[in-house]
């Protein structure tokens, strides 16, 4: 069975920077898409940002485009997301999640795999 674990959350000021990373086991973490999804106190969860197999291909929510990128290095089996300028909207559980239907992951939320979440909390 694959594990995701996630790692690289914390407590970071309004306009800071944070790198999560998700760490997977196994040895088919190259034949699946990966994204990231957050969840704030009092709402639902959503998404944050996906990442093909291969790395090319790569899509991000609205509300973080120009300042979220995520990245995968394979060889190391780890999935990265790197959140510049950081809001206190951006306060949430971090979720990384792996699928192997990329267009699955983007559209529907639908995952075989999760991890346990990171909390990051910006402060004002």
């Known amino acids: 069975q694959v594990q995701l674990v996630e790692s690289g959350g914390g407590l970071v000021q309004a306009g800071g920077s944070l790198r999560l990373s998700c760490a997977a086991s196994?040895?088919?973490?190259?034949?699946?898409?990966m994204g990231w999804f957050r969840q704030a106190p009092g709402k639902e969860r959503e998404f944050v940002a996906s990442?093909?197999?291969?790395?090319?291909?790569?899509y991000y929510a609205d509300s973080v485009k120009g300042r979220f990128t995520i990245s995968r290095d394979n060889a190391k089996n780890t999935v990265y997301l790197q959140m510049n300028s950081l809001k206190p909207d951006d306060t949430a559980v971090y979720y990384c999640?792996?699928?192997?239907?990329?267009?699955?992951?983007?559209?529907?939320?639908?995952?075989?795999?999760w991890g346990q979440g990171t909390q990051v909390t910006v402060s004002s």
């Open positions: 990442i093909s197999w291969s790395g090319g291909n790569t």
């Open positions: 196994g040895r088919t973490f190259s034949s699946y898409a």
């Open positions: 999640a792996a699928d192997p239907s990329h267009v699955a992951l983007f559209r529907t939320g639908n995952a075989n795999y």
